[in-house]
């Protein structure tokens, strides 16, 4: 199994601004993800964080808004840019290792936009 | 495009009752279907996977069923304890070549003892 930590837990931050979230692996993994769940709503991926390469965004979602970084297969960055309240949601990293399903998340970071 | 329903939306048990989560999806042609509990304000724990050719997964007091021609999965806890009160998700995996998941929107559960 993976165990997968991000930071910060949560955040409040005001409009206009950006945040930017860790999401750190304690063993390699072949895929890294990041998705939001906005209020009351389930998950929706965002976008496939590629090794060494531009991420892999998922329709409705753009590298302006969300860049995303993954130097290496045990860490990840997301950015969410300009920040505005709809932007407010728990965004969760996961990530899946080589040979086995199972798709391990993060704790999550609560996000708060004024 | 995949579409994954859970009903109810919520859930309310006495303790000691067996509870029946349901989750369905459109599009039958998955690789495998996951089930997660979340606390509030948590993350996601993995609870059971199934692959696509399995029929059942089985942990402890939890059970999962597949029957992926009718799309559907149920998840079952037996014998259920206030600890068990949290949301919980099912994902369908579409291919063995990508790892994206499509959740439905839950089953916010609550025991009471």
């Known amino acids: 199994s993976a165990v997968i930590s991000q930071k910060p837990s949560r955040d409040i931050c005001q409009r206009g601004t950006s945040l930017t979230i860790q999401c750190q692996v304690d063993?390699?993994?072949?895929?890294m993800f990041w998705y939001r769940q906005q209020p009351g709503q389930s998950l929706t991926l965002i976008a496939t964080?590629?090794?060494?390469?531009?991420?892999?965004?998922e329709s409705g979602f753009v590298i302006d808004k969300f860049p995303i970084s993954r130097p290496n297969l045990t860490f990840s960055t997301l950015t969410v840019s300009n920040m505005s309240p709809e932007d407010s949601s728990i965004y969760l990293c996961?990530?899946?290792?080589?040979?086995?399903?199972?798709?391990?998340f993060g704790p999550g970071t609560r996000l708060t936009v004024l | 495009k995949q579409e994954v329903t859970q009903i109810p939306a919520a859930l309310s048990v006495p303790e000691g009752e067996n509870l029946v989560l349901n989750c369905s999806f459109t599009?039958?042609?998955?690789?495998?279907l996951q089930w997660f509990r979340q606390d509030p304000g948590k993350g996601l724990t993995s609870l059971l996977l199934?692959?696509?050719?399995?029929r059942e997964q089985t942990s402890g007091r939890l059970n999962a069923s597949l029957d992926k021609s009718s799309g559907r999965s149920t998840l079952y806890i037996a014998a259920s304890q206030p600890g068990d009160s949290a949301t919980y998700l099912c994902?369908?995996?579409?291919?063995?070549?990508?790892?994206?998941?499509?959740f439905g929107g839950g089953t916010r559960v609550l025991v009471k003892p």
């Open positions: 996961s990530g899946a290792q080589g040979g086995t399903d199972t798709q391990y």
């Open positions: 964080a590629n090794q060494g390469s531009e991420a892999t965004y």
């Open positions: 199934i692959q696509s050719s399995q």
């Open positions: 063993s390699q993994v072949t895929m």
């Open positions: 599009d039958s042609a998955i690789y495998n």
């Open positions: 994902a369908v995996r579409r291919s063995a070549a990508g790892n994206k998941l499509t």
